[in-house]
């Protein structure tokens, strides 16, 4: 599949969600999200119910305390952060949460408003393989790279770590990445990763989200990121919702089910 765009409407309602949020400002924190909106309760609902269709739907205790939806907009402390709410700095080629064992195998994206000048960049494994040679291949499975956590996951209570990680995995079938984060443990292993990246920026597509749209991305087999842009910070800026997904659970000691609705959150810590 690798990226799929589609047209969103909630469970059993005409309006669109243009129209939901039109009296909805976009927040500038996450605290200042509203709390008490029918109509955010209702897209997250159906936004929940449209995700299960990939598997299902959880989220890490140490990124936005454990959202399961969590909300993406553009932070002014953030700006120029490798995180998904900076905005001048161009987003770097990534897979989600590439530093964990239990990485999302699918990510769904729904846009709330959008930003013209606001792309998400990605790669498909299967495009990016066909500029790599069979040396490159061999070496990108060994566990010769580093990766430390993201900056949304370093809080009091989790601080980072370095991962030891290959990065592509059964027969090149899948894989994880941070054009930031990674670091070679080897002069050859450093040579495969300046490879890589060369391969990514060749195979490298653009697609922009308007407001209902959603993006389905293929954590494991796509490498994504964003373009820069320029927030206002006046209620009208970009703003995402995303949903991880996965269709295998961790183990029972490093989760927490959150409701009956089959959500979980990830409790392990590094």
């Not at 959880?58 to 709410?85: H, T």
Request: proline share 5%; aromatic share 8%; net charge negative.
């Amino acid at each position: 599949m690798g990226v799929q765009v589609l047209e969103f409407r909630c469970s059993g309602d005409s309006a669109s969600v243009k129209e939901l949020v039109k009296n909805t400002k976009t927040p500038n924190s996450l605290e200042s999200i509203p709390s008490d909106s029918v109509n955010l309760k209702f897209i997250d609902e159906s936004l929940l119910r449209f995700a299960s269709a990939w598997g299902r739907p959880y989220g890490f205790i140490q990124e936005q305390s454990g959202a399961i939806i969590q909300n993406l907009f553009p932070i002014k402390r953030n700006e120029a952060e490798q995180i998904s709410s900076s905005s001048l700095a161009t987003l770097e080629m990534h897979t989600e949460t590439a530093f964990h064992p239990w990485r999302p195998q699918h990510i769904v994206l729904l846009c709330i408003r959008g930003d013209d000048n606001a792309g998400t960049t990605y790669a498909t494994l299967e495009d990016i393989l066909l500029n790599l040679d069979r040396e490159t291949i061999e070496v990108l499975h060994e566990p010769l790279f580093t990766t430390t956590l993201d900056k949304s996951f370093q809080n009091p209570d989790q601080s980072d770590a370095v991962v030891a990680t290959p990065i592509l995995f059964n027969n090149a079938s899948s894989m994880t990445y941070d054009r930031v984060l990674m670091k070679p443990k080897t002069d050859y292993a450093g040579t495969a990763l300046k490879e890589l990246s060369k391969a990514i920026e060749e195979s490298k597509q653009v697609f922009k989200l308007s407001a209902g749209q959603v993006a389905i991305i293929e954590n494991w087999k796509v490498v994504h990121g964003r373009t820069p842009f320029v927030p206002r910070y006046d209620g009208t800026d970009r703003w995402l919702k995303r949903v991880m997904v996965r269709n295998s659970m961790p183990p029972a000691r490093d989760v927490q089910n959150v409701g009956d609705d089959g959500t979980y959150m990830v409790t392990m810590s590094f």
